[in-house]
């Protein structure tokens, strides 16, 4: 399955509920896992962003549909970036020869 590495900030109201994050996260797990996908990792962090979730997805579209249902809820906005390991770039470089 593809691989998702998304970048996350708490919103306003995200940060007024900080104290419900892990309940968030599991929410999130159960949100990506219902939608055929599977939470790699989620890591909290310090700098520009508030957390990383680590995601693989059955395609672009779920994974796109997986950031629009949670970022609906008004906790988190994410920038979600799609990550290739070292087989898919082998095959990536052999198709730019």
């Known amino acids: 399955m593809p691989t998702y590495i998304s970048l996350v900030n708490f919103t306003d109201q995200g940060i007024r509920n900080f104290k419900d994050a892990p309940k968030r996260a599991q929410a999130f797990k159960d949100m990506v896992e219902q939608m055929g996908g599977k939470l790699i990792g989620l890591y ?49 470089i052999q198709k730019a020869d």
């Open 44 to 92: 909290y962090t310090m700098g520009a962003y508030d957390a990383v979730a680590i995601t693989e997805s059955l395609d672009d579209e779920t994974a796109t549909a997986a950031a629009l249902k949670v970022s609906s809820l008004g906790n988190v906005r994410t920038t979600t970036l799609r990550g290739f390991d070292v087989e898919e770039i082998e095959k990536i």
